[in-house]
């Protein structure tokens, strides 16, 4: 496989007279794509069924002429302003029941029949000119589904879409109120139409209601998607794919990634520890200006898995950007360090966003490799650095995991709809043990919860899953190395119910949970071994081994032979002696490695990256700060 650069580009923003120098400097500076188009359906079709092509064939033919390769965008995130006076309605409404207007981007409620019709107009135009477009090598459907909150939607659309949705699962009223229990509160059904969506209610919704809106929601953003993707199949053997985002969970992009041929994601360092990593001060002041060492990897693993091996990065931050509550600089080398990382999880392409930065509008704060003037901004040369390297490393191969994570969105949306505890959520407590596991030097495969095979792998982790499926109780029957299920293994049935017999309901791990408790995190449960739980522990009763207890009495983990039940949320010094007593009992080779410092091996290197902002000692070699090293195997 060969690894390639590129760059995001808007063509439409420029004066025509620039393009044919900005490929030039696209061509010399070794990228090879270029993504366009995405937001730009208000040039493509400036009013109802009046397309102007000619800009759009243009700028192709610029870049293709430099032997540069186009990732084409369906606009399908900005529709231009005349799409609402044909559909006034079309716009998602939020929780409190206001529309979310015009004037900035993704607003469509992704029920609306009528959109999604003019979504498959343009579409069907985009790709019937461009499908068989020599330099049109890859498409990218819509942009960052779920960005800015837009996947669920309270709007008229959305509750008919419910209702059908509702009635197609449960066929009669009688079995919506069974699955749901309606007969708590009086909250019988008699007809699918009477049921609505699970907002302005007095107080808290009944779960399992909200949880039915949650799938229901994400498989309209699935349905979106396979619109557009079958449309441009009919005209187009080039791959598609979708440019997912980090910590976003509002879909269960397992089934998205089903449809495409490559899963993406938009990297941005910076932006997410200012914005959206739970980090303690020291933890943002230490690594403010390089990223969390371990956010980045966690999303490339999870997307080669939900791009079932085909993955890239469509967006690398280059420099500040606009929109975190503080946007730094990045250390010099970063670009270039978050570009390797990539590759080293095995991503196809690394696309930075965006060429030259914009001046006007909302995001002229936001860096590109060029200034607003063209002149390269520190990530130009960064990437340039890059794309020599890769010239001279010819080297393919992902690497292997002997370890593997669950990962569900479902899970997910149970623990945000009944927490039992502010600071429980499942992301965070999968992210712990991705962080746990990273900092023993590991190569970590993130799979979906429906994984039927377990077999490549010597060390199963599924913390917090609500429940299991079906494929995956078979694959960890079968099992034969090390798993470590819970805290909140199996709690609930799929309608939202506590199951009884009670959980986890492992076969031959005689365990129950006869009690949980959550806790504030200042209030840890200490463990006899060290270490403590934090905010969540479970009481368990039965006669499984005790592998660790609490100082307290109760036990803290069991196990019947290699299946192990996770009574709670471990800190990071209980959960890193549970992952070297795990690791070694599979004989899976550990390093701890020095603060900052993360590892990761492909099929014929290993690469060693320093996040820290000072020099690492690495097996004799010094890193510098924001260093990549590798060697061969
Ligand atoms: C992404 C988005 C881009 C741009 C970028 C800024 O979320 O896909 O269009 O807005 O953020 O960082």
Not at 97 to 110: D, E, K, V, W
Not at 127 to 138: I, L
Not at 431 to 458: C, E, M, Q, V
């Given at each position: 496989m060969k690894r390639t650069l590129g760059v995001c580009y808007y063509p439409e923003h420029w004066p025509e007279e620039k393009w044919a120098e900005d490929a030039d400097r696209m061509a010399a500076l070794g990228l090879t794509w270029v993504r366009i188009g995405e937001f730009a359906w208000s040039r493509m079709e400036p009013e109802p069924g009046r397309y102007d092509w000619g800009w759009l064939d243009r700028a192709?033919?610029?870049?293709?002429?430099?032997?540069?390769?186009?990732?084409?965008?369906?606009?399908?995130?900005?529709?231009?302003?005349?799409?609402?006076?044909?559909?006034?309605?079309?716009?998602?409404?939020?929780?409190?029941?206001?529309?979310?207007?015009?004037?900035?981007?993704?607003?469509?409620?992704?029920?609306?029949?009528?959109?999604?019709?003019?979504?498959?107009?343009?579409?069907?135009?985009?790709?019937?000119?461009?499908?068989?477009?020599?330099?049109?090598?890859?498409?990218?459907?819509?942009?960052?589904?779920?960005?800015?909150?837009?996947?669920?939607?309270?709007?008229?659309?959305?509750?008919?879409?419910?209702?059908?949705?509702?009635?197609?699962?449960?066929?009669?009223?009688?079995?919506?109120?069974?699955?749901?229990?309606?007969?708590?509160?009086?909250?019988?059904?008699?007809?699918?139409?009477?049921?609505?969506?699970?907002?302005?209610?007095?107080?808290?919704p009944n779960p399992s209601h909200v949880m039915d809106f949650r799938r229901f929601s994400s498989d309209q953003v699935a349905s979106f998607n396979r619109l557009q993707v079958e449309i441009i199949r009919k005209h187009s053997t080039a791959p598609v794919a979708h440019n997912f985002m980090g910590a976003i969970t509002e879909f269960d992009h397992w089934k998205v990634g089903a449809d495409l041929d490559i899963a993406s994601w938009d990297s941005y360092p910076l932006g997410f520890l200012s914005d959206r990593i739970p980090a303690d001060a020291e933890h943002r002041r230490r690594f403010v200006r390089q990223g969390d060492p371990d956010f980045q990897a966690f999303h490339h693993d999870l997307y080669r898995a939900v791009g079932r091996g085909r993955w890239w990065i469509m967006e690398q931050q280059p420099g500040p950007?606009?929109?975190?509550?503080?946007?730094?600089?990045?250390?010099?080398?970063?670009?270039?360090?978050?570009?390797?990382?990539?590759?080293?999880?095995?991503?196809e392409a690394v696309c930075y966003f965006r060429w030259r930065q914009a001046p006007f509008a909302q995001e002229q704060m936001h860096a590109g490799l060029l200034r607003p003037d063209s002149a390269p901004a520190p990530a130009f040369g960064e990437a340039g650095q890059v794309a020599r390297e890769l010239a001279a490393m010819s080297e393919a191969g992902t690497g292997r995991a002997e370890v593997a994570l669950v990962f569900d969105y479902a899970s997910d949306w149970a623990w945000e709809i009944?927490?039992?505890?502010?600071?429980?959520?499942?992301?965070?407590?999968?992210?712990?043990?991705?962080?746990?596991?990273?900092?023993?030097?590991?190569?970590?495969?993130?799979?979906?919860?429906?994984?039927?095979?377990?077999?490549?792998?010597?060390?199963?982790?599924a913390p917090g899953l609500f429940t299991l499926s079906d494929p995956l109780k078979a694959a960890l029957a079968a099992f034969d190395g090390t798993a470590i299920l819970g805290p909140r293994a199996n709690s609930r049935t799929p309608d939202f119910a506590i199951p009884v017999p009670l959980p986890p309901a492992l076969p031959g791990l005689d365990a129950v949970v006869a009690r949980v408790e959550s806790l504030p995190p200042d209030v840890p449960v200490a463990l006899a071994q060290g270490g403590a739980l934090v905010s969540w522990r479970e009481k368990l009763e039965g006669s499984a081994g005790v592998v660790e207890a609490a100082e307290d009495g109760w036990p803290a983990m069991v196990a019947a032979g290699r299946l192990h039940y996770l009574a709670g949320w471990p800190d990071e010094a209980a959960l890193t002696r549970i992952l070297l007593r795990a690791c070694a009992a599979e004989g899976i080779e550990t390093e701890i490695l020095p603060e900052g410092l993360r590892r990761r091996e492909t099929a014929t290197h290993r690469f060693l990256f320093n996040y820290n902002c000072v020099p690492a000692e690495w097996g004799g070699v010094t890193i510098p700060a924001a260093g990549v090293h590798w060697q061969p195997l």
């Open positions: 192709i033919a610029t870049l293709g002429a430099r032997g540069l390769k186009v990732v084409l965008g369906t606009p399908t995130a900005t529709p231009p302003r005349w799409m609402l006076d044909r559909h006034p309605d079309m716009l998602a409404v939020d929780k409190d029941g206001r529309p979310r207007g015009f004037g900035s981007r993704r607003h469509y409620c992704f029920s609306h029949q009528g959109y999604r019709a003019e979504c498959a107009k343009i579409v069907s135009a985009l790709a019937e000119r461009y499908g068989k477009n020599p330099h049109v090598a890859a498409w990218q459907t819509d942009n960052e589904y779920a960005c800015h909150a837009t996947t669920l939607s309270y709007s008229e659309a959305a509750k008919t879409a419910f209702q059908d949705w509702l009635a197609q699962k449960y066929q009669s009223p009688d079995a919506l109120n069974r699955a749901w229990g309606n007969v708590f509160w009086s909250m019988e059904y008699r007809d699918f139409r009477e049921v609505g969506l699970p907002n302005l209610t007095v107080t808290e950007v606009n929109w975190a509550p503080f946007n730094p600089d990045p250390l010099p080398g970063m670009a270039r360090l978050w570009a390797w990382e990539a590759f080293a999880h095995g991503a009944q927490p039992q505890g502010r600071s429980f959520s499942y992301f965070w407590l999968v992210f712990h043990f991705y962080k746990g596991l990273r900092k023993l030097g590991l190569n970590i495969d993130i799979i979906p919860p429906d994984t039927a095979d377990l077999s490549a792998y010597r060390l199963v982790l």
